[in-house]
């Protein structure tokens, strides 16, 4: 049984210590801070290319929600779509009932349906929202759609030095299957954005010589990592998932999975029209792009292809071990499982496949180790809901400081994450990629 069957049959920093998110309670009859409708868009994204999809408030992506780190918010849900809905709060530290996963006791919310989520926003940070629902071999539906926002929680101390601050979404549209020789499942694409529009459609993005500008940049695809430049220039990352980095540092590209937030600095010293865009050319070509243009300055936006640069997580953390020992180790083995020719490969954790993963036992106040073996030929983004965890080991080789909530595991390698029992309840664990969750990649955490 996979996920949409499923689904269909059951209708902090670590240094922070412990951590209980309370769910305070509003009169029914206030009114929300905020409210999302989801709801078909036809959304053009050049002209005459046009996008039938389904998107929050009419438009992709959805409004920046930016809110006080710790101030309550109550956000009110419509569902005017004629299949089930939810809305995932990624990397938020709130209860199970408002995460926004139905496998750990969140509400779908029906057709026609309204639902009011309650929460106070912690930590600060680039977080964001978007639906969980399974896709399956419906590209019409889950994260390939339209349906994703960012969620800026502003921090109580100031967040740094800049003159303009962007927030940036990448997305891939039209999803097909296509089959290789051996009869494995992929998903394609035929175009790219940023925002809602393909390169060369959009406004430019516009900046002044000496200006010191902060990207937000969310990797809202469904499936598909991006490198992403900015001509002419070089990008300082200064945090990832919404975390501090320890060790910030420039780089010519910039590496985002499917889930992963990234904010970088870029100093506009270089006058002239640029292209920030994917680092293949046949990405850009679909669309994965958008013009940056310095004041006063003129004519076709210009591409400079960056050097090529091995993405590595350890650039931007402390090469030392980190001090503290888990309470205990947690094995976990991915495999993949061939389903048959024209079928998508199925997704095992440990030799099950969700519904039937087995479910791991927490303490509340203990801190624990995944040791991630990836046995498969694919790189996975895993995610865990509800809590943040610090990357320990990766490539055989210790690191610490590098705060994330989604971190990808390579290819036939093992990789560590810590993290402290501190926010009670069930807690699902998954790849982010849509068709690895949807056909098993998934499961779930309990406190005891």
Known sequence: MNRR??????????????????????????????????????????????????????????????????????????????????????????PPDVDGAMEEGSPLIPP????????????????????????????KKGT?????????????????????????????????????????????????????????????????AGQRLLLHILNASATVTHWIALAGHRMSAVAMDGNPLPAPGAEPAVRIAPAERIDVLAEMNRPGVWILGETRADMRKMGMGIVVEYAGQQGVPKWIQPEDAAWDYRRYASPQPIKTEPDERIALRFESKFRGHGEFDGWTINGKSYPHTDEIRLIGGKRYRLVMNN????????????????????YGKPLSGLLKDVVVVPAKTTAEIDFAASNPGPTLFHCHQQNHMDFGFMMLFRYA
């Open 5 to 94: 069957e499923f689904c269909a049959h059951s209708g902090a920093t670590l240094a922070a210590g412990l951590f209980t998110s309370a769910n305070p309670v509003w009169a029914k009859s206030s009114a929300a801070d905020v409210t999302l409708e989801i709801a078909a868009l036809r959304l053009e994204i050049a002209p005459r290319k046009v996008i039938e999809t389904i998107a929050y408030n009419g438009r992709v992506p959805g409004p920046l929600i930016r809110w006080p780190e710790g101030k309550p918010v109550s956000i009110d849900v419509r569902n005017n779509t004629k299949a089930n809905e939810i809305v995932h709060w990624h990397g938020l530290w709130i």
């Open 375 to 394: 046995t498969s030929a694919d790189d996975h983004p895993v995610h865990l809901h509800r809590h943040t965890f610090e990357v320990t080991t990766l």
């Open 112 to 139: 026609g349906g309204i639902q009011r989520y309650h929460f106070i926003p912690e930590p600060a940070g680039f977080r964001w929202y978007h639906t969980h629902t399974s896709a399956g071999h419906d590209f």
């Open 144 to 208: 390939y759609t339209g349906q994703f926002g960012c969620f800026y929680i502003e921090p109580k101390e100031n967040g740094g030095e800049y003159d303009q601050e962007i927030f940036l979404t990448l997305h891939d549209w039209n999803g097909y299957m296509g089959g290789a020789e051996d009869a494995s499942m992929d998903v394609s694409y035929n175009y790219a954005t940023i925002n809602d529009r393909m390169l060369g459609f959009a406004d430019p993005i516009h900046v002044r």
